[in-house]
């Protein structure tokens, strides 16, 4: 099968969380090196498989979807960060980042605003760094070479124990205001922000809900429904056949690993 375009989709790497993917031997503004958990030993290493991943089916481009940083994680005084410093979160993403993508075009959306800073927008600066374009919060777009477009928000649903339904009311408010002519007819709708892997087809669109690069922290928040904030860790390839059909192919860990959680003798 040949393909028109392969995007490659990343998002809620929420870089400086003692629970999320971390670059090896990231040297912090003070001289500290940060070494990592076995969890984030274990994320890094499936980052690495996934460049690979990029590279053996031609990713073109690379499309962020938020979340790039954590952010200094004011409710808990920055509980639970390793890089307690905005730049050095920033330095250390774009250290991740920038293997994959070179000599790639590079796209991104803003995440939550609880995890940008309060005061400039650190994901712009990365994307900008890293050579890309950034979009804000919303992308209405025709993808480049095909008659296919898409539309791209980090997402806000709080849907966790049904968010089948989520997605497909979503799906069926679009048609309606494409119907009534207030927004441009999207394929694919593109999320983020829950941690899970979702793609619901259904005819005429797509709705993508991308996996994460965070391993699960147990908090007063997440301990209700805990076996549902389990998250699917990894990407997503986004193709588009010589025929203008859309797959979706996802890239995340065999197995869930835990840092706070971790099974103990009792």
Known sequence: MKYKRVIAVYSDTHVGSAFSIMPKDFKAQNGNVIGLNDGQKYLLQH?????????????????TVGDLIHGLHRKKHGEGLVLGELEDQKQAC???????????????????????????KTEQQIIEKLGGTYCGYVINGDIRGTKRTMNVM??????????ETAAGREMLFFKEAVYDKKLPRPDILIRAHNHFYMHLHKRGMHFIKNPCWTILEPSDYTVKNYEKWQPDLGMCLLLIDTEDRITCWHFYTEETPHIADFVRNI
């Open 154 to 163: 980090h997402g806000k649903s709080g849907a966790v124990i049904y968010p």
């Open 94 to 120: 774009i250290e991740l980042f920038e293997p994959i993508c070179k000599d790639r075009t590079v796209i991104g959306v803003a995440g939550t605003d609880y995890h940008n800073s309060m005061d400039t």
């Open 47 to 63: 980052w690495n498989y996934c460049k690979k991943v990029c590279d053996k089916y031609g990713v073109d481009t690379i499309l």
